[in-house]
């Protein structure tokens, strides 16, 4: 039994590190894809993880196979495809925000047929991302994947993380963003996301909205300011934790990895008999290991351990 399967992209993080004497652009090929990336954080913290998804046959995707497996995240499910391995050119700011340009590849590949010959009956999340969602044959996996597992029992956890360059407009967008919501047990997205989603900024709002369409915990992030959060009718602020940032790349994928740990290693079950003070202790452990990526640069790199955070 895993804890957690994430389904989506892992690709390279073309992440840039500094310039050098000439200001050229000096690059790191980190590790990532966002639901790589939960995979891996929650692995780091003691789950038992799996990922399903598709890289090339290339050094690039032999990298990524040995990095799951050299963090703990079975990549048993993971296919080689005949496109090349996906890249993300990552470009940081001075104040250390990510802006994005993908370089798609096998990740858009995965197909329903693959998807089927893998068992999802034995895991208590499927965790995917809106990525997956774009144009291509991932599309269609990713949403028979997420059927197929909660008809099986496992709960469903989503990231409607927008990247506006992979979508054709901002209509089809969020039309396919909202598309998996009545299939969602456990949805975090950002305060710039849940407009595109929720047709409005207002916390208290847009949160009561998504609740009304079956999602039953959901989780806002907001920066350095913390993150909000909707509970049945419980909501509430967590502050976030003050750090020197370095790169924010990978910070709300370890938030979301964090808290799909803590609610999948409940010895009641994952939602069971989850009261608010122990969400908010949950929370605040999750805004501490964001933070502790924040500090350090790439994704997956940064990520920390259990021992780094006791």
């Known amino acids: 039994m895993y804890d957690i399967t994430s389904i989506g992209e892992l690709l390279i993080d073309l992440t840039?590190?500094?310039?050098?004497?000439?200001g050229v652009g000096l690059?790191?090929?980190n590790p990532g894809g966002a639901p790589a990336n939960v995979a891996v954080a929650a692995a780091r913290l003691g789950c038992r993880c799996s990922f399903l998804g598709k890289v090339g046959r290339d050094g690039f995707g032999d990298s990524l196979l040995h990095t799951l497996q050299s963090n703990g995240v079975d990549p048993s499910n993971?296919?080689?495809g005949e496109q090349a391995t996906t890249m993300a050119v990552v470009t940081i700011s001075p104040s250390g925000e990510r802006s994005f340009r993908?370089?798609?590849g096998a990740d858009q590949s995965l197909t329903v047929q693959e998807v089927a010959g893998t068992d999802l009956s034995h895991t208590k999340f499927l965790h995917f991302g809106s990525v997956s969602l774009t144009p291509g044959a991932s599309r269609s996996a990713t949403l028979f994947a997420a059927r197929q597992a909660r008809s099986a029992g496992a709960l469903i956890s989503y990231d409607p993380?927008?990247?506006p360059s992979l979508w054709d407009s901002r209509e089809s967008a969020v039309q396919w963003m909202a598309l998996p919501l009545p299939l969602v047990d456990i949805l975090k997205l950002s305060d710039e996301e849940l407009p595109l989603i929720a047709h409005t900024s207002n916390l208290e709002k847009g949160t009561l909205e998504l609740s009304g369409l079956g999602v039953r915990l959901i989780m806002v992030t907001l920066g350095a300011k913390g993150v909000y959060y909707r509970w049945g009718d419980s909501t509430g602020l967590v502050p976030g934790v003050p750090?020197?940032?370095a790169d924010t790349n990978g910070a709300g994928d370890t938030?979301?990895?964090?808290?799909?740990?803590?609610?999948a290693l409940r010895?009641?079950?994952?939602?069971e008999q989850l009261q608010t003070p122990e969400l908010e202790q949950i929370l605040t452990f999750a805004n501490r290991a964001a933070a502790l990526t924040c500090s350090r640069s790439g994704a997956i790199p940064a990520m920390p351990t259990l021992a780094e955070l006791e």
């Open 243 to 245: 750090v020197s940032v």
């Open 78 to 80: 993971v296919y080689r």
């Open 102 to 104: 993908f370089l798609r």
């Open 267 to 271: 010895p009641e079950g994952p939602l």
């Open 27 to 29: 690059f790191a090929a």
């Open 16 to 22: 840039q590190v500094g310039v050098n004497e000439q």
């Open 255 to 263: 938030f979301l990895g964090a808290v799909l740990r803590c609610l």
């Open 161 to 163: 993380n927008f990247r």
